[in-house]
């Protein structure tokens, strides 16, 4: 790169004075200063843009999972589902979650599926299923090294896989009806416990670390927004729970809700619960004022999960940066030579 920078400012005559616009262009356009930045600039024009879609996928229980665009706008209907998945390898369907790199990961908790995880690609196609060390499935979580985790509601474990699916380990201990699953910043992982009323908190090692009581109600769907706020689906009594950073109990989300089950927080700090009582998913702001909500139809929602947001390669940065660089050179030096 340094040996490319030098044979591009290398000549000093390579930017003359011109009286018109148009001998510029033409200028630019000959030179090999100025057919490098053009060149940059066609490059960055197939770079890949910056996606601002938030696509929020929903677990059915009629053994399908659907994804809405939730980026329409407060107040304006969002439409109908863009992309089904259905597949003869899901039944019984509860957690989802995306990996890195946007395939989708499906708890099947009942049905002749049950006890395994179906893997998808970005696309909606079948990959593989997850077979062994699974008990009635339900929520579901990445750490930061991209391994899985399973919540296994009827034996009261946590299954650890690694990224090839291969079974590692169980947390096991300080866990009752474990069901939604939630990673924070640190690499802790917070387990809701459906039976007892509390939230189990675990660090990057398995190891139990304390718990989260009072505030809690059939604790079911974890989220985290981006500020770092803990959410809880409190089944029990239709409402949300918050708690900071530091596990303190901050405020309740209650009103359009009903028998709220997995929970999901957008890019911009929008909370959306699943409403299993009423068929519905509910959009919430980072304040928790109701913003708006849309019918699932005659299919129960329960578990949420947002799908990577597309980002440019860092790539795109650099070019964008040498091109930058070369087009200001140009202006430097055409200045000198008519100063």
């Known amino acids: ?7 591009l400012f290398a000549d000093s005559n390579i930017v003359r004075h011109t009286s018109s616009m148009k001998e510029t262009a033409s200028m630019i356009r000959t030179t090999r200063l100025g057919q490098m930045a053009l060149g940059l600039m066609a490059l960055l024009a197939f770079a890949a843009p910056l996606s601002a879609v938030d696509m929020l996928y929903v677990s059915l229980n009629d053994s399908t999972i659907v994804s809405y665009d939730t980026t329409s706008g407060v107040g304006s209907t969002i439409a109908a589902s863009v992309a089904t998945f259905s597949s003869s390898n899901l039944s019984g369907l509860k957690g989802l979650v995306f990996d890195s790199s946007g395939n989708l990961y499906a708890a ?4 002749p599926y049950v006890n395994t ?28 090294s991209g391994n899985l985790y399973a919540a296994n509601y009827t034996v009261n474990t946590i299954s650890k896989f690694n990224s090839s699916g291969a079974y590692v380990s169980s947390i096991s201990g300080n866990l009752n009806g474990p069901q939604g699953l939630a990673f924070d910043i640190s690499g802790n992982l917070y ?22 009581s009072g505030n809690l109600n059939g604790p079911l769907g974890l989220a985290f927004d981006i500020s770092g706020n803990l959410y809880a689906a409190n089944t029990g009594d239709n409402t949300i729970s918050k708690f900071n950073s530091a596990d303190g109990y901050l405020s309740s989300i209650s009103g359009n809700l009903d028998v709220p089950y997995g929970l999901a927080s957008d890019s911009s700090g929008n909370l959306y619960a699943a409403n299993f009582g009423n068929n519905s998913i509910s959009k919430f702001n980072s304040s928790g004022v109701f913003l708006t909500s849309w019918s699932t139809g005659s299919a129960k929602p329960q578990f949420l999960a947002f799908k990577p947001v597309t980002v440019p390669e ?23 030579r008519t100063a």
């Open 1 to 7: 790169m340094r040996r490319l920078l030098n044979s």
């Open 108 to 111: 099947n908790n009942a049905g």
């Open 117 to 144: 995880i179906s893997k998808f690609n970005s696309s909606g196609a079948y990959l593989s299923n997850i077979i062994g060390n699974l008990n009635s499935p339900a929520g579901l979580a990445f750490d930061i």
């Open 191 to 212: 387990v809701a416990n459906n039976n007892v009323n509390t939230i189990s908190k675990f660090n990057s090692s398995g190891a139990y670390v304390s718990s989260i």
């Open 314 to 336: 860092p790539s795109t940065y650099a070019l964008s940066a040498i091109a930058t660089g070369v087009m200001a050179a140009i202006a430097r030096r055409r200045k000198a």
